[in-house]
């Protein structure tokens, strides 16, 4: 699967062409799943917003390309897991695919690229927070190797019903920490020069 994922996509750094993509894939998250505890869409604006913001912080956001058409299919990025700066060295990853494009490797491409550039800025966990009825998503990040690492009962209602929300999380051992008295800091996604090199790949 992962062959043939690779020779029908490929992977870059996300820009202004993307916009409308992510937002309809973002959007669609929000209308028909439970996999985004969010309530009202957004506007492409919005979401030029947001990614201005990941390139000033140094958090990645790359997009899966059609090599046939040419065109954004799916898109993950990194965000931070928490704000307090004792947690800098963690952050969250997280996926979206067009639904056309389902079962198609997607998903595993690019989290195994995400895991790539989290080694190679520096960071030590990376997390995933699913919602515990999203089970393609369960078994995607299990079958890379992430780690169970708790459960959240009832914490979000959409649709009608309570929601359980799971972690699963990816540690990174070669990440060192910057010593006793520094404050972590991870190494920024590098905006405008990235390249995929398949490297995360399995």
Known sequence: MMTKTLQNFTIREADE???QLITDLYNEAIVNSTSLFVFETVTVE????????????????????????GQSVAFA??????????????????VYIHPNYH????????????????????????????????????????????RHA??????????GRWLDVEFWEMDIPETQGP?????????????????FTNQGQV
């Open 17 to 19: 062409s993307d916009l």
């Open 46 to 69: 919005e979401k030029k917003a947001w990614l201005d913001e990941c390139r000033r912080d140094g958090y990645a956001v790359i997009v899966a390309v059609d090599k046939t058409t």
């Open 77 to 94: 990025n990194l965000s931070s897991f928490r704000s307090k700066p004792a947690y800098n060295l963690s952050a969250e990853v997280s």
């Open 103 to 146: 079962r198609r490797g997607l998903g595993r491409m690019l989290v195994n690229e995400m895991l790539a550039i989290s080694k190679r800025m520096g960071l030590r966990v990376i997390y995933s927070v699913i919602t515990g009825e999203n089970t393609p998503s369960i078994q995607l990040f299990k079958s890379l190797g992430f």
């Open 150 to 159: 708790g459960l959240f009962k009832n914490c979000g209602y959409k649709f």
């Open 179 to 195: 010593g006793p008295d520094a404050v972590p800091a991870f190494i920024p996604f590098p905006w405008g020069k990235y390249i």
